[in-house]
């Protein structure tokens, strides 16, 4: 074989100080002769493929390391390829193309490589997309390749179609068709695999001891706490421990995302705090100590959630309290997306009479010559109008019904503190208690004494997620249902004289209002208004009480 220099083929050995700006990962290396010229001037010099992978770049989950770092996302296999240009000079060889997946791991099965694809697919053509023919494959070790035996049994394949062709290691070159290279490598591809199941038992098992022990998560700090995630950033839980207490009063997202825009708060990322990770930060267990794993509450062998050793920011039962505020999918426990609120009022509603009217149109239907009358009776919902004095109007969807908005609110303000006042002269708190305690308790011993059997090895593991599963549900179920009655309980016994307070103070915002206005009335009919008189009319209005 002929030795080739760099100028005469523009061999892709990068220098020493090569960093990825300067190094393709991806495709031809810069400056390489067509592939008929370099075919004629060097007959006889082996062209080969370059594969590089890494599994986890950390640079590219890191901005903070990222941005002090000389080299940016893609450093691990920019290495790689220096290396394979290195080995290639070594070997008289030139490499003509370069394929790289990063941040990719092979060892799971539902993880997709694309260049790892692509170079199977130019090796079973027998040459790149640019027309280079293929005499071999380099990477820095066979595992770069494969993880899995499957893997190692496609690429052996591909490479071997061609029998001349040979697989680079710093090793050397290995002749994949030999029966002892055969044998070696799929030593090594056993091996290979069990060192990667190993380092994923050892992954699982330091993040199993670490649960256990109550240590906090790793990554990210969590909004409320410092970076050593145990101790409270008191501008921060100061905020979440009044956020959870306003939210189980009845209090808005919104209005809550709102308070922590007026104090200046960021999330632990340094985004802008919204409704979506606001829920997830008051319904994480760590707010009451509480140590979850993968969205799952860790319970101990006793069936008792484990406590965690950082300082917290709420009590269980508030913390229970505020999860029973939101709809099943939208906690930290059950992700997924927004759903109604316990009080089933919308949450796109912006105007405080809004589906608390009721249209009184009447209209006409004829039915076989037959001419009846009936109510629309249609929710009334507000929107925004032209006139200064009616900035926004409640209507009826069918537009048979229009009234003024402010006027409208006006009206409910008055009707409602008249009533709470009424009320409180013959207020007298009630102590109520959940009628399913019992039953509760009865369903979480049985599912801690299966659990415990399990443990115990008295039954075997199909019987007790059989029985195990359903159980959970039914417990998880019986829990939200009594944080949701201790928290109408709880509403339903504060003194009227203070919701008034509450309410005219400006305590309480649209979403409190709107609750003690479905608590006081059952609807409010609104009447048809007379053609050409834009005088608002109270007496439009007709109160149904509870």
């Given at each position: 074989m002929s030795t080739i220099s760099h100028e005469q083929a523009m061999s892709s050995a990068p220098p020493e100080e090569t960093g990825p700006d300067d190094l393709e990962l991806r495709g031809r290396p810069a400056g390489l002769a067509p592939p008929e010229e370099l075919a004629r001037l060097h007959p006889?010099?082996?062209?080969?493929?370059?594969?590089?992978?890494?599994?986890?770049?950390?640079?590219k989950h890191n901005k903070k390391k990222a941005a002090t770092s000389a080299w940016s996302a893609g450093k691990g296999v920019a290495n790689q390829h220096r290396r394979n240009g290195r080995n290639a000079a070594r070997h008289n060889?030139?490499?003509?193309?370069r394929y790289t997946d990063n941040d990719l791991s092979a060892s799971k099965r539902d993880v997709v490589r694309p260049d790892f694809q692509a170079m199977l697919r130019d090796l079973k053509r027998g040459h790149t997309a640019e027309g280079y023919p293929v005499h071999g494959v380099i990477c820095v070790d066979q595992d770069r390749v494969q993880r899995t035996d499957r893997d190692w049994e496609d690429f052996v394949e591909a490479l071997t179609l061609d029998p001349s062709r040979r697989f680079y290691t710093p090793s050397g070159p290995m002749d994949l068709t030999e029966e002892s290279e055969i044998i070696k490598t799929g030593i090594m591809?056993?091996?290979?695999?069990a060192e990667s199941m190993k380092k994923r038992r050892r992954i699982r098992d330091w993040h199993q001891d670490r649960i256990l022990d109550g240590l906090p998560h790793s990554g990210p700090r969590p909004f409320g706490w410092e970076e050593d995630r145990k101790t409270l950033r008191r501008p921060e839980s100061d905020f979440l421990s009044w956020a959870i207490d306003e939210r189980i009063k009845g209090k808005a997202m919104s209005t809550l995302c709102a308070e922590s825009k007026r104090r200046g708060l960021k999330g632990s990322r340094g985004g802008e705090i919204i409704p979506q990770s606001l829920t997830q930060m008051m319904t994480a267990p760590r707010v009451c100590g509480y140590r979850a794993n993968r969205g799952e509450l860790v319970l101990d062998d006793d069936g008792s959630p484990i406590v965690g050793v950082w300082e917290t920011?709420?009590?269980?039962?508030k913390w229970h309290a505020v999860c029973a505020t939101f709809g099943p999918g939208s906690t930290y426990i059950a992700r997924g997306s927004g759903t109604p609120r316990i009080t089933g009022v919308p949450k796109t509603i912006k105007y405080l009479g809004s589906t608390l009217l009721r249209c009184q149109y009447r209209i006409?239907?004829?039915?076989?010559?037959?001419?009846?009358?009936?109510?629309?009776?249609?929710?009334?919902?507000?929107?925004?109008?032209?006139?200064k004095r009616s900035p926004y109007v409640y209507t009826c969807r069918y537009g048979h019904n229009a009234i003024s908005g402010p006027m409208v609110d006006e009206q409910l303000q008055r009707l409602v503190l008249a009533k709470l006042k009424k009320a409180h002269a013959t207020f007298i708190p009630v102590k109520v208690t959940w009628p399913h305690e019992q039953k509760l308790q009865q369903k979480a011993d049985k599912l801690a004494g299966l659990e415990k059997k399990w443990q115990d090895d008295e039954i075997p593991a199909d019987m007790f997620y059989r029985l195990a599963i359903p159980l959970e549900k039914e417990v998880k179920k019986l829990r939200r249902e009594r944080a949701k009655f201790e928290l109408a309980a709880e509403v339903q016994n504060e003194a009227p004289d203070d919701v008034a307070k509450k309410w005219l103070s400006g305590e309480y915002d649209l979403s409190q209002k709107r609750h003690v206005l479905f608590e006081v009335f059952s609807a409010v009919q609104v009447e048809p208004g007379e053609k050409g008189n834009k005088t608002p009319n109270p007496k439009r209005l007709t109160p149904v009480w509870k």
């Open positions: 006889d010099t082996p062209f080969l493929i370059a594969y590089s992978r890494i599994s986890d770049d950390w640079r060889a030139v490499i003509v193309h591809a056993v091996v290979n695999k920011v709420t009590t269980p039962e006409e239907e004829e039915t076989n010559g037959k001419v009846t009358t009936r109510v629309c009776n249609e929710p009334m919902g507000g929107g925004k109008n032209r006139s």
